[in-house]
């Protein structure tokens, strides 16, 4: 299964066709080949790909692309990649004039998010990556509300402007747009939402805008396993190899017979 960590734990790769008619795929192996070949397990056209173009694998840092040395210039989220690149749930993949939405495949409102502690709210943070905020780092505190109301407003390419409203309700942080916009829907993780429970690592998305949740003090502590008592030592392991006893014997007994010679050439 490709899992992406803190987050796609046991879930699949949904890829969405933006602008096509083409159905969604599914995949949930560790490894998927895209390219205009018909051995790949995603082919694109001729005219869209080389025949070995990319490939998508797993690792413990989640989904890498790795860009083939045939294929000409791959896109996520509308910058360039030339080798490989870490991608997220919500990131969009451009080959060609084929444009692909990375999509959990387990919608938000399905997702069992457990209250987070009191402290969470002080390290919670929206990272914004693209969009008119990229590169800044907005805090959250007890909740946060982007434009047209709030501060920083969010502009549409249509002049719309929209907004998000960041609140804490029982220890969870639920995200809602304000207002909806019809042609450019909020999106967590790739999956259309009117409104959301988030996670730490969650994309969220509206319009040109993206942003990721960061917030350590949400993720449960690891537990920490007891290392176990060390066993006993036995009696054989306490006084070493066997091979050591007769070492000891045998010089012992040379030393032996030594001093015996000396005391016999004496005499």
Not at 209 to 238: F, I, N, T
Request: glycine letters at 8%.
């Amino acid at each position: 299964m490709l899992e992406f960590p803190g987050q796609w734990t046991g879930t699949a790769m949904r890829i969405e066709f933006l602008h096509s008619a083409r159905e969604d795929f599914l995949w949930a192996r560790p490894q998927l080949r895209l390219g205009s070949a018909a051995d790949n397990d995603l082919v694109l056209s001729a005219a869209q790909a080389a025949p070995r173009h990319l490939r998508i694998e797993q690792d413990r840092r989640g989904w890498v692309l790795v860009v083939l040395p045939s294929a000409t210039r791959v896109y996520v989220n509308a910058r360039p990649v030339r080798e490989r690149a870490l991608l997220r749930p919500g990131d969009m993949l451009s080959v060609g004039d084929c444009r692909m939405l990375l999509r959990d495949d387990v919608p938000p409102d399905q997702r069992e998010v457990p209250p987070a502690p009191a402290q969470a709210r002080c390290t919670a943070a929206l990272r914004a990556l693209a969009g008119a905020l990229s590169g800044r780092v907005l805090s959250i505190g007890d909740g946060l509300e982007l434009g047209p109301y709030g501060r920083c407003p969010l502009e549409l390419p249509q002049g719309e402007r929209a907004g998000l409203k960041l609140a804490w309700r029982d220890g969870r942080l639920l995200l809602a747009a304000a207002p909806v916009s019809a042609g450019y829907p909020l999106r967590v993780n790739g999956v259309p939402v009117e409104q959301a429970v988030l996670q730490p690592g969650d994309q969220i998305s509206l319009g040109p805008h993206r942003l990721v949740l960061d917030a350590p003090g949400m993720q449960p502590e690891p537990a920490v396993a007891r290392a176990a008592p060390p066993a006993p030592a036995l009696p054989e392991q306490a006084a070493g190899p066997r091979g050591e006893v007769w070492w000891l014997i045998l010089t012992a007994a040379v030393l032996a017979l030594g001093i015996a010679l000396v005391l016999w050439i004496r005499l």
